[in-house]
């Protein structure tokens, strides 16, 4: 073999000619470089025909995840922004004005639907064991109009929920005076906000319990997960209101403050922790590459990415998880 | 500080049956190639992985300052560690160690290079220890299959040891670099080469994501002996030598006409008084020397600098003990 031909020929270098100080390795040959990804060639044309690409005019905002040959795509729903003017290539192919069918808060996932036939959906199989560490994964990488392209790394670490960074939080400012819960502030973007909760409300009641401080109201909101719904009863010019307020993560909702270690991570996602359950993957990208399939060595899709989190971190919907998601949510919208 | 042969049977066991006959056992022969082949040499890489993750992990430890977290790898059954010299930040220091199963144990760093930001800890508690083998010919080589692992950002026994996978891409004599991302909280976590062994301590990291630097082990058995010995050795960037003089004690004194120094103050929460030093205690000696005055007794101990040991022999009850301690910063 050849090594065994080369071996005389390194020592005798060794011996006879000192070592350069710096050895530097070829870009091509590092794990992003194109000869390494050569040998994923079969798993890229996965992602050729089953990843999405969506657009907002010629910026790449986010990939998509192809789940039905009918036009169906999973994608992160925070990163989309407003659905006018989007347009979803997938192969070489791209369609333009998608519509939004669904979206799941508690995952960010949206559900899109293209007017599209004899797609090639990815391969869920919800019976497979969640990979182990060190298992190959393959994720989109950089893209051009016609081909997509691979970024590799391997499973980091144990599937597991991410909670939300500071908790679920409804988007209120409270003020508590002689045992009356009174909203003084309602914030923008807030569950609050959309389920119109307004300032001068006066907090009764959440999930049926009779509140009257901040602790049991915290206690209550506490036990729950960012996406889900509150019933809150209020009190507005003396009647009572029954309204349904959905919880947003408070990082989410306020932003963050950025640690040394987000300082040295990159563009991140802006959405990147409260998820039920996911796989933490080392495959290098940025808060526009999510969305895509995650697939393993034969092309089977292990899930779809979710959020670049850290410098390290990349989070995956698993595809048991991924698979129910997508069933449930295009039995919603077809039944709507 | 060879170690044992119980814990290495099994990677060995692994390694031969990877490896084709007469060839390296060592050396995966995919290290060899300058890009995999094709799906086998992925599949040889994956294989490794699986087989020598499951040693690696256990013996990789969160080391925990209070304030932030570093990472270690133990590689002795009786708990010495090597880890990264900005993380133990000095000789001497107390601090705890935490496995990835959630066990903690308590440690004490040893010596360190503050040149090139190797360090050693030991555990001081009794017991046998998951260890990693050192890479002692240091046979890895620009190119080469390599993992890091690491408590990133801090433990989580959830989520467990974080790995990833990359390659050598840049080799000097006191560092490497390799694309395996690392992130504040792996610093002093180990690199292993694809058979499980150790090359390097991760060091630092540069803007981009795909600069991250380790201290290669030759860098660690150049200065073995010193560190074993608890030596401060080079100048910075990566830790600060202590200063002379700045060493304490805790102890007020008074000469005593036969001889030594009668101890009349022991300050609260001083090493002193950690050690156990008492008022009314005699103060004979230090460091073997004879104590005749209060002067002398201090222009001994402005020698010392903070996390100096120092032996004292004193006289309590008629009996002479020594107590050995190490000296807090003034």
């Known amino acids: ?336 | 500080m060879r170690p044992i042969s119980t814990a290495l049977s099994a990677p060995l066991l692994a390694c031969l049956l990877l490896s084709p006959a007469g060839a390296d056992v060592r050396r995966p022969t995919v290290n060899d190639k300058k890009a995999p082949e094709g799906r086998q040499d992925l599949e040889v890489i994956q294989k490794h992985l699986l087989e020598t993750l499951p040693a690696s992990r256990k013996a990789t430890v969160c080391i925990d300052l209070g304030e932030g977290s570093g990472s270690g790898v133990v590689i002795s059954p009786d708990g010495l560690i090597l880890t990264a010299a900005h993380v133990t930040g000095g000789v001497g220091k107390e601090f705890t160690v935490v496995f990835e199963d959630g066990r903690k144990v308590k440690a004490e760093s040893l010596g360190l290079v503050a040149s090139s930001d190797c360090a050693m800890a030991k555990i001081t508690e009794e017991g046998t220890w998951p260890h990693v083998e050192v890479d002692r010919e240091d046979s890895s080589k620009l190119g080469d299959w390599v993992y890091s692992l690491g408590h990133s950002g801090g433990f989580d026994k959830e989520r467990g040891v974080v790995v990833r996978l990359g390659r050598l891409v840049q080799v000097k004599d006191d560092t490497v670099q390799s694309d395996c991302s690392l992130i504040g909280g792996d610093s002093g976590g180990p690199l292993f080469d694809l058979t499980g062994k150790l090359i390097g301590i991760h060091s630092r990291v540069d803007g981009s994501l795909q600069v991250n630097m380790h201290v290669p082990v030759r860098e660690f058995l150049k200065n073995w002996d010193g560190m074993l010995k608890s030596e401060f050795i080079g100048e910075g960037p990566f830790a600060k030598k202590p200063e002379k003089g700045k060493g304490f004690l805790g102890v007020g004194t008074e000469p005593r006409p036969e001889g030594g120094l009668n101890v009349d103050k022991v300050g609260r929460e001083s090493p002193a008084e950690k050690a156990g030093l008492k008022k009314g205690d005699v103060l004979l000696k230090m460091d073997g020397i004879e104590l005749t005055t209060k002067e002398q007794f201090q222009d001994l101990l402005k020698e010392k600098a903070p996390d100096d040991r120092v032996a004292l022999e004193l006289l309590r009850e008629g009996k002479t003990e020594t107590l050995t301690l190490r000296l807090g910063e003034r």
Request: proline share 4%; charged share 25%; with cysteine.
């Open chain 1, 1 to 336: 073999m050849n090594a065994k031909r080369f071996l005389p020929a390194a020592l005798l270098l060794a011996t006879a000619v000192p070592l350069p100080s710096a050895q530097t390795l070829e870009a091509t040959y590092r794990m992003t470089g194109p000869a390494v990804h050569a040998s994923f060639e079969s798993v890229r044309q996965v992602l050729q025909s089953s990843s999405a690409v969506i657009q907002r005019g010629r910026k790449e905002i986010v990939y998509g995840t192809v789940v039905s040959p009918d036009g169906h795509i999973l994608t992160k729903a925070s990163e989309l922004g407003d659905i006018e003017g989007l347009s979803v290539t997938v192969g070489d192919k791209t369609y333009e004005a998608p519509v939004k069918l669904a979206e799941d808060p508690a995952w960010d996932v949206a559900l899109l639907k293209i007017e599209a036939s004899g797609l090639v959906p990815v391969s869920l199989d919800s019976d497979a064991a969640e990979p182990e560490r060190g298992v190959w994964v393959v994720a989109n990488g950089a893209t051009s109009k016609t081909r997509r392209r691979s970024q590799i790394g391997i499973i980091a670490a144990t599937a597991r929920e991410i909670e939300p960074a500071g908790g679920a939080v409804l988007g209120v400012t409270i003020e508590e005076k002689s045992k009356k819960l009174m909203i003084t502030e309602v914030h923008e973007k807030s569950g609050a906000e959309a389920a119109g909760v307004e300032v001068g409300d006066r907090i009764l009641a959440a999930a049926g319990q009779t509140v009257e401080d901040r602790e049991a109201l915290g206690k209550i909101v506490g036990k729950l997960r960012v996406g889900e719904d509150l019933d809150l009863k209020v009190e507005r010019k003396g009647k009572p209101i029954d309204l349904k307020v959905r919880l947003a993560g408070r990082a989410d909702l306020f932003g963050e403050e950025m640690t040394r270690n987000d300082m040295m991570s990159g563009r991140v996602s802006k959405r990147r922790s409260g998820f039920p359950r996911v796989i933490q993957h080392d495959v290098i990208g940025n808060a526009a590459t999510m969305g895509g399939p995650l697939l393993d060595l034969d092309g089977r899709c292990l899930g779809m990415n979710i959020a670049r989190a850290t410098r390290c971190e990349t989070f995956a919907i698993p595809a048991a998880e991924l698979r129910g998601l997508a069933e449930r949510m295009i039995a919603q919208s077809a039944g709507r």
